[in-house]
């Protein structure tokens, strides 16, 4: 099993910036691919960003092309989503998820492992 904790939300103004980050524990072997999804109420989950942990390409949405960025710490298995010019409509709760990457970029179903989840909010 791989246990994903993440942390790093909160509130912020429009404009503003914040880091979320993912850690991994258990059998991190089986991790090839992490993501980071977000959801707000009554919307279904939508994929934000992805990171191959072993080459390392990055897939990102188009909402947040350009804005986010997303990065590994293989040492701390450890991956960070910086998030730039926060828009209210990058409200949600943030999710990681890991992946042994069957394809890329990872499908929804092909993530078996899920954090809990970290809020974000963003007031304009």
């Known amino acids: 099993q791989v246990q994903l904790v993440e942390a790093g939300g909160g509130s912020v103004q429009a404009g503003g910036s914040l880091r979320l980050s993912c850690a991994a524990s258990?059998?991190?072997?089986?991790?090839?691919?992490m993501g980071w999804f977000r959801q707000t109420p009554g919307k279904e989950r939508e994929g934000v960003a992805a990171?191959?942990?072993?080459?390392?390409?990055?897939y990102y949405d188009v909402s947040v092309k350009g804005r986010f960025t997303i990065s590994q710490d293989n040492a701390k298995h450890t991956v960070y989503l910086q998030m730039n010019s926060l828009k209210p409509e990058d409200t949600a709760m943030y999710f990681c998820a890991a992946s042994s990457c069957g394809t890329w970029p990872p499908q929804d179903y092909e993530y078996n492992y899920w954090g809990q989840g970290t809020q974000v909010t963003v007031s304009s």
């Open positions: 990171i191959h942990i072993g080459g390392g390409s990055t």
């Open positions: 258990g059998y991190t072997y089986l991790v090839a691919c």
